[in-house]
């Protein structure tokens, strides 16, 4: 009987042994696959067909036809904006995903058919790609089905030496070969990128978006009018929010491809610029994008940056058309106060009693909330105004009118605002108007009118 239970124990003993060497076996297969780099091949995508013409081959490189499209099919029609982000495996948090949640969520169903979205996987860990592939289709198929989503990769192989570089700005050689490759990464997406739309908008893939900001930057190129401009910058951090022709972009992208290792992307855009005769920067107000990353793409490091100009929920300011009697200083023109290009008004003594700025809107509008400032560092308040809308504009043999007058109130120690409006006047208007209820001694500016529309 004791030599059968021992047998029996040796035996169980024996399957324990072997089952738990088994299981270090797998275990030990299963990590090297883990281990195992992930072959190119491997990711579905198929280069991009959009070839280079002839001219463009002669006269610049040819970025795009090196680019994979990992997912989304590019749009039949060329959209109004396209927006492009460059994203990598970051060693603490990634933010792509939110980021595109809120380029999505901010936008109007409206304005998403006026746009397409470009991301570029630009890490070299292949694993690192196929997950965020997986995740991006996972979260965002109607983006992808709509043509509202392109994914794209470039290979490795496609890019140019990042070791052994300059070391401009004294920058270690780690820091040269990061931002160097980040300069490649945006030449592959901009040139990607110039024949889906008229206008193309740089981001980074940590941003969040104010609400509506297609709508907004539509206003503000429309406000430029025939003035000429290389690029219109929507926030005052690094390279987000930069907005370019997408004419200029084969330009870009060879730039940034020529000086890939000379300096940092935002220096270069910078230069780029200027290059092309735009000496001053061209900023809208309030922000319409800011940084929500708390960890940098290079090693991880703690960064708070934060744009104190950017606003959730910026003004719509429908195209209008601005008149005033009062006497213009210099180049402050009436339409700097209500364009949020950061400029305003500056008008000139006699200021009197009955004096008029007036916003005439192109079409028929219904306000929900106004907001007016005056004066600049407490100085140059308009001291007394009476704020109207008024349902029609009429020309005169004095100038233009705003009538049909419903009165919202004055403005306080130069400042007015007004919110609900479509409450109280709940019908469209078409004009604004400033008068001047008291004489006063001193100059004056208007800083800003700001104008947010029913819903």
């Not at 275990?27 to 995508?45: C, S």
């Amino acid at each position: 009987m004791r030599c059968h239970l021992k047998k029996l124990v040796q035996t169980l003993v024996g399957l324990l042994i072997l089952t738990c060497l088994y299981i270090s076996m797998r275990r030990g297969q299963e990590t090297e696959q883990e281990r195992e780099p992930v072959d190119v091949a491997r990711l579905i995508g198929n280069y991009s067909s959009e070839k280079c013409s002839p001219e463009l081959q002669q006269n610049t490189l040819c970025l795009r036809a090196s680019v994979r499209v990992l997912a989304g099919d590019i749009p039949h029609r060329q959209r109004y904006l396209t927006v492009g982000l460059s994203s990598v495996k970051r060693k603490k948090e990634n933010y792509l995903l939110q980021t595109l949640h809120s380029i999505f969520n901010q936008s109007s169903e409206e304005e998403l058919s006026e746009m397409v979205v470009v991301v570029l996987l630009a890490d070299f860990d292949l694993r690192w790609v196929q997950q965020m592939l997986t995740s991006i289709n996972k979260l965002f198929p109607k983006r992808l089905i709509q043509g509202q989503l392109l994914v794209i990769h470039a290979d490795e192989e496609k890019y140019p030496p990042l070791t052994g570089l300059k070391r401009n700005f004294n920058d270690a050689p780690d820091r040269v070969t990061f931002r160097s490759k980040q300069n490649v990464d945006y030449a592959f997406l901009v040139d990607f990128s110039a024949t889906l739309s008229k206008y193309y908008l740089m981001l980074e893939d940590d941003v969040s978006c104010s609400k509506g900001f297609l709508s907004s930057i539509r206003g503000y190129i429309r406000s430029k009018g025939s003035s000429p401009w290389v690029t219109l910058e929507f926030s005052k951090l690094g390279y987000i929010g930069k907005l370019y022709n997408s004419k200029e972009l084969p330009r870009l992208a060879h730039f940034l491809f020529l000086f890939y290792q000379e300096m940092p992307c935002d220096f270069l855009l910078s230069h780029f610029r200027t290059l092309l005769t735009q000496d001053k920067v061209i900023r809208f107000r309030p922000s319409l994008f800011q940084h929500m990353g708390t960890y940098s793409s290079f090693q991880g490091t703690y960064n708070r940056l934060k744009d104190d100009d950017f606003h959730d929920n910026p003004a719509d300011n429908p195209p209008a058309t601005v008149y005033t009697d009062i006497g213009i200083f210099e180049n402050y023109n009436p339409d700097e106060a209500y364009s949020q290009g950061g400029s305003y008004f500056w008008g000139k003594t006699p200021i009197n009693v009955g004096n008029f700025f007036l916003v005439a809107f192109e079409k028929p509008v219904i306000p929900s909330r106004i907001v007016i400032q005056t004066g600049l560092k407490g100085n140059d308040i308009l001291q007394s105004a009476d704020v109207e809308l008024g349902e029609k504009v009429v020309e005169t043999t004095d100038g233009v009118k705003c009538t049909e007058i419903h009165n919202l109130g004055v403005l306080n120690k130069g400042y007015f605002e007004f919110q609900n409006i479509h409450q109280t006047v709940n019908r469209s208007v078409s004009c604004l108007n400033i008068r001047v209820a008291a004489s006063q001694p001193n100059w004056v500016i208007i800083k800003d009118i700001q104008v947010w529309l029913r819903k």
